[in-house]
């Protein structure tokens, strides 16, 4: 790289931003330390360093009398005054509060949110969120907002992450590296060194910023007692049931999918003990069984009377809606319920004792429900089995708690879940759920599938030849199982994934579709409405777009690449067909769509983000609409 000689006696001057949270170090390093090294290692310039506050820091950049700033929120003021590298990250706005729950924009209602004085950009936005949710809250702005973090506050995602409670407002800005116009020729050496490996670097350090403060705020709560324990703790030991509802035991890969196992690797990283699972794919009464004779640690387990008298349980970590299962046209009036569990409870409210029959695992209750043994069952699960052939009703009864079960002799351990499931706040509870339901159920419908088309094969196969032929062509049904959505035919986010790796900076048009009033659609008519909608979105995409770069990546989120001339016309073409469809226009869904034209430089994650932002632009014009991502 060739550099050219500096004024100021060779010296280039950075700015450090004085904040704890720029220096807290993850795997050895900080924000303040990425920067440092691409500035002093990789483009070896003379660093001198300039420290302030966040505000002296843009001040002083703006003015001249620093070089650089890293982690700039990219806005037209600043695009004006400085020069700004390709985007690093992209950051929100929320509202936080170390002490007070903030679980909700109601909970902002007559309070007071402490905000930096002569922030106009976020002001704005803080704004538009009341109004929008209607809420009467008092605007206070300060000059330092470090002194009302117990108070509520608006602050950037990066400096929120360490209050537990917080509220996402909208979003901010993507974040640079400010540059002074001076040294415009410095900016393209910049963007290479973040391509190579700097923007990586700071990425992966934001994503792990939430674990850290968890992990912070996890240790600060521990006794002695209980650190000395954990010390001594080479790992905990669990077993979970494979009951197809909230676990589900996948043999191939020794491993547990759904809410709960996501649940407890959750705590396992906050605690950083290893949690391992014992008894894999075993009974779940034989399970138990090894619970009363201490070989478990813990497990999860409903609060019911009989269950407090045996054990003590944690918190509860989550609630879960518990659900009224039944066919339309059968006869039977018997319901079907958990031994032991929240569904013989609830059974009790809601129907005589005769009419319920007992069974010892979840699975025995959908399998009885598949044969007609009962008309009714009572779960947490809430999606429909396809292999019972018939309709179905599906009634909210009550929310219930996941709690996890310890012998009255794991007193200590219990108190230390209890305190990990503290620091675990409704962001990420969120963010385990939609996980959950959007693409780990879907998995655990394809390999259900794709294990009762296991049986068929072997219960028709007689000859070795025609065994081997049919295992060949159950793998390639698998595999297209696990890679394209059932709904819409449509690649999935394994896909997608696989697609930025090979093609990360290829040149083209990528777009980001929302669907407007799902939700509505959802809640009011039912999942299997919602079912019919995304289907036939799938249906009008590939009426328009090549299969192989269209996905479905999440509930209602449709991303895609498109390499030639004619996107607006497509998109165009694609509005129209919505419009023009009964399924579509019954439930008053509509498109918004945001899109972005990358250059060859650019990476498609990057990309996305900028169409993803186009979309949420789109969104604020109702009906249909198609909006560009424009620098």
């Keep these: 790289m060739t550099m050219v000689a500096f004024s100021n006696d060779n010296t280039f001057y950075l700015g450090i931003q004085n904040y704890p949270e720029t220096e807290v170090e993850i795997d050895g390093i900080s924000i303040n330390g990425i920067i440092r090294d691409l500035f002093k290692n990789e483009l070896k310039l003379n660093v001198k360093e300039v420290h302030g506050s966040w505000r002296e820091s843009h001040n002083n950049l703006e003015k001249g009398t620093i070089d650089a700033l890293g982690l700039v929120t990219k806005n037209t003021v600043r695009k004006n005054n400085i020069l700004l590298s390709k985007p690093i990250f992209s950051e929100n706005l929320y509202v936080a509060s170390d002490k007070i729950p903030l679980d909700s924009p109601y909970d902002l209602m007559n309070q007071t949110i402490y905000v930096f004085k002569g922030d106009e950009i976020p002001i704005k936005h803080l704004k538009d969120f009341l109004e929008k949710n209607n809420i009467d809250a008092n605007i206070v702005e300060v000059d330092n907002i470090d002194d009302f ?9 990066f400096i929120a992450l360490k209050s537990q409670n917080r509220l996402l407002v909208s979003f901010l800005a993507p974040v640079c590296i400010g540059v002074n116009k001076k040294y415009e020729y410095l900016l393209p050496h910049i963007n290479t060194a973040l ?4 923007s990586k670097k700071i990425s992966n350090h934001f994503k792990n910023l939430p674990l850290y403060y968890q992990r912070e705020r996890f240790q600060s709560s521990l006794t002695e007692e209980e650190k000395d324990f954990l010390s001594q703790k080479k790992f905990i030991t669990t077993s979970l049931e494979d009951d197809i509802s909230l676990s589900i035991y996948i043999k191939n890969s020794d491993q547990f999918i759904g809410i709960l196992p996501e649940y407890i690797d959750k705590i396992a990283s906050i605690i950083e003990i290893p949690i391992k699972y014992t008894y894999n794919g075993k009974k779940w009464t034989y399970i138990q069984k090894k619970f ?4 478990i640690d813990f497990l999860t387990l409903s609060t019911t009377a009989e269950g407090k008298s045996s054990y003590i349980f944690s918190e509860a970590i989550d609630y879960i809606p518990m659900h009224l299962l039944n066919h339309i046209d059968s006869g039977d009036y018997n319901v079907g319920v958990l031994k032991d569990g929240k569904s013989q409870d609830i059974g009790k409210e809601y129907f005589i004792e005769e ?3 007992i069974y010892n695992s979840t699975a025995e209750l959908f399998e009885a429900f598949k044969k007609d043994e009962v008309g009714y069952i009572i779960s947490p699960y809430n999606i429909y089995d396809r292999d ?3 309709q179905h009703k599906d009634i909210k009864i009550k929310d219930i708690p996941i709690n996890f079960a310890f012998s009255k002799k794991q007193k200590i351990l219990r108190d230390i879940f209890n305190k990990a499931i503290a620091v675990i706040g409704d962001i990420d509870k969120n963010e385990i759920r939609n996980f959950v339901e959007i693409d780990q159920k879907e998995y655990v419908l394809n390999i259900t599938e794709e294990a009762e088309e296991k049986k068929k094969i072997w219960y028709i196969t007689i000859f070795i030849l025609l065994v081997l032929i049919s295992k060949i062509v159950f793998q390639k049904k698998l595999t297209k199982a696990l890679k394209y959505d059932q709904l819409t035919n449509l690649p999935n986010r394994y896909l997608f994934n696989e697609f930025c790796k090979k093609n990360d900076f290829i040149k083209g048009a990528v ?9 509505k659609t959802n809640d009011k008519y039912g999942h299997s409405k919602g079912d019919s909608v995304l289907s036939e979105v799938g249906k009008l995409l590939l009426d328009v777009f090549p ?3 269209t996905f479905r990546i999440s509930g209602d989120e449709f991303y895609l690449y498109y390499g030639d001339n004619d996107l607006l016309e497509r998109l165009e073409k694609l509005i129209y067909l919505g419009t023009n469809s009964n399924i579509i226009t019954k439930y008053n869904i509509s498109f918004s769509i945001g899109y972005y034209i990358k250059n060859n430089d650019e990476s498609l994650e990057l990309s996305f983000e900028k169409a993803d932002i186009a979309m949420y632009d789109a969104k604020k014009i109702n009906g249909f609409s198609i909006m560009q991502y424009k620098k």
């Design 355 to 357: 009419d319920m029959k």
């Design 292 to 295: 009363k004779q201490e070989e």
């Design 511 to 519: 777009v980001v579709i929302d669907l407007d009033n799902f939700k």
């Design 195 to 198: 391509n190579k490996k700097y």
């Design 388 to 390: 019972c052939g018939k």
């Design 149 to 157: 973090k117990d108070n509520f506050y608006l602050d950037s995602e």
């Design 547 to 549: 299969r192989e770069n």
